[in-house]
């Protein structure tokens, strides 16, 4: 089920905002559930985001390998 909510902002500041999201071909209203279903799951993203690099800890970035070392499968 979707709510209307009302929310208050500067004048200016919702011009610009709407003609920025024209100029996306989306609308205010889009912007904000995008925004909000990002901010009610940060803290999860964040928890995925920390199990990668843990899973990634052993990966050596930078690492140079030679032309044997490429090649091997």
Same mark, same amino acid.
């Given at each position: ?6 929310? &208050?902002? %500067? !004048?200016?500041?919702? %011009? *610009?905002? *709407? +003609?920025? =999201? #024209?100029?996306?071909?989306? &609308?205010?209203?889009?912007?904000? *559930? /995008? ?6 799951? #940060? !803290? $999860?993203? =964040? ?5 990668? @690099?843990? /899973?990634?800890? %052993?990966? +050596?970035?930078?690492? +140079?390998?030679? #032309? !044997? $070392? @490429?090649?091997? *499968?």
């Amino acid at each position: 089920m979707v709510k209307n909510i009302t929310l &208050s902002a %500067d !004048d200016f500041l919702l %011009d *610009r905002a *709407r +003609k920025k =999201a #024209r100029q996306e071909n989306t &609308s205010l209203n889009q912007l904000f *559930r /995008n925004w909000i279903k990002k901010y009610v799951n #940060r !803290d $999860e993203i =964040a928890a995925e985001y920390t199990s990668l @690099m843990q /899973n990634l800890e %052993d990966v +050596k970035a930078g690492q +140079k390998f030679s #032309r !044997d $070392e @490429m090649n091997e *499968r």
